[in-house]
Each structure stands twice: as structure tokens, then as C-alpha cells.
């Protein structure tokens, strides 16, 4: 089964969204703390946790070696439900193996971000132990939209990670509902969505009759309004 995560930082919407059935954890990263208008990281983390006890991943913000493993060992201590997102590297393209690794050995739990390859996951595997929970979330819609395609990504990693037990592969990125139905036919153990998606999620299910008349008169009404006339 995979598992739905929501993509978001809005106090507002994770309130709402923690309250679903269908929402299993909580996935931020700096961006969207600063569209939700986050001033102070570690006080807003906080209002988070206070509205959810579902697994949430909060990212270091760090660039260099030292400062990650700082930053994750004070954001592990949060909550026990709270997993500290590591960048697959910095943003000079160094592997960030001793973060992970060392993090790994204080049995803090990971997720992995920013990882586009199956190559890349086959190198995290080398620095994490089989115990401490970790998630490597593969960018499939960013992928897929400089053209490449992201399943035999997901598929290779997917296969190379079986003999961990501990480790989840996460499809992030999400572009449309359908994409849920990708990850799960995968075999991924998560998809993280953002809200909107989420919501056309839970209407799976429409059959194409309903569909075609609904777009009609979606046309229709709109026709009304405009007053065209020929």
C-alpha cells in the first residue's frame, strides 16, 4: 500500500489535512516554509508538531558538512514522530555520505531528498544501517519535466533497496492525481502531494459519462455568464 503524504507547510492546511484518513505524514522543505510565510524556523516547526503527531520532515538548511549534522541532531529532537531531510548533496554537488552516515549512527530518522537517480540511491544504501527508519524521495516531476522519464529511476531503486527494510522510496514532486496510481502500481512506499492533488485524490473513482456531462455543463454555466451570443 502507498502511503499518502501531503507536501505542505501552512499551519492552516496541515490542520485541515492531518484530520484525513488518507493523510499519512507531512512532508515541508525551506520553500515551502518561506511561501507559508515561516519568520522563525524553529518556533514554526513547532506550531506544525502541535497540530499533528503523523510523521513530518523537516530539512536542514545548512550547506556544509558540519552545520547538517548540527542542524539535524537539534531538529531530530523535536518529536518522535519528526524525520530530519538531508539533501543528497550540497549545493556544490559534494555527496553528503558523512551527514548521512553520521545521522544515521545517532539513530536518527532520515529522508533523503533532492535524489534523482538510482545511482544515487545505491550510494546511500552504502551509508545507512538496516535499523533507523529512512525515506529516499526521488523527484519524478521534476525529472519528468526537463523529459526524462523517472519510472526506470523508481524501478531500480525500488529493486536495490529491497534487502533494507527500514528504507522507504518516496515519489516526489507530484504533477497530477495520476501520478498516485504510478507510485502504487511502482510498488513505492509513499507519494508526497501537495492539497489540491489530495483532494482529486479522494474522488477517484468517477466513471467517463459523469465526467463528459460535468464538463458540459461546467462550459455551459460559464457560456451563461460570459452572455455570448452569435
Not at 195 to 219: A, D, Y
Request: hydrophobic share 35%; aromatic share 10%; with cysteine.
Amino acid at each position: 500500500m502507498t502511503k499518502i503524504f501531503c507536501d505542505i507547510a501552512d499551519v492552516k492546511l496541515i490542520e485541515k489535512f492531518t484530520k484525513k484518513r488518507i493523510v499519512k505524514g507531512f512532508t515541508t522543505n525551506p520553500s515551502l516554509m518561506r511561501k507559508a510565510g515561516a519568520k522563525d524556523y524553529l518556533n514554526y516547526s513547532k506550531k506544525i508538531l502541535n497540530l499533528t503527531n503523523k510523521p513530518v520532515s523537516f530539512e536542514v538548511f545548512a550547506d556544509d558538512i558540519k552545520s547538517m549534522i548540527s542542524q539535524g541532531n537539534k531538529i531530530s529532537k523535536w518529536g518522535k514522530n519528526v524525520y530530519v531531510k538531508v539533501p543528497v548533496t550540497n549545493s556544490k554537488g559534494k555527496f553528503m555520505g558523512q551527514v548521512i552516515k553520521t545521522l544515521n549512527k545517532n539513530k536518527i530518522k532520515l529522508n533523503i531528498t533532492a535524489v534523482y537517480t538510482s545511482k544515487q540511491t545505491n550510494r546511500i544504501l552504502k551509508y545507512i544501517d538496516r535499523r533507523t527508519k529512512v525515506i529516499i524521495s526521488i523527484f519524478a516531476g521534476r525529472m519528468a519535466d526537463t523529459g526524462k522519464d523517472p519510472i526506470p529511476q523508481f524501478k531500480e531503486s525500488i529493486k536495490i533497496s529491497k534487502k533494507f527494510k527500514n528504507v522507504e522510496i518516496l515519489w516526489a514532486s507530484t504533477r497530477e492525481p495520476y501520478n498516485f496510481i504510478q507510485a502504487k502500481d511502482l510498488g513505492c512506499h509513499i507519494i508526497t502531494v501537495p492539497p489540491s492533488i489530495i483532494e482529486k485524490i479522494e474522488n477517484f473513482g468517477k466513471n467517463f459519462t459523469n465526467l463528459t456531462n460535468e464538463t458540459v455543463r461546467g462550459f455551459l454555466i460559464d457560456t451563461k455568464k460570459s452572455k455570448f451570443k452569435l
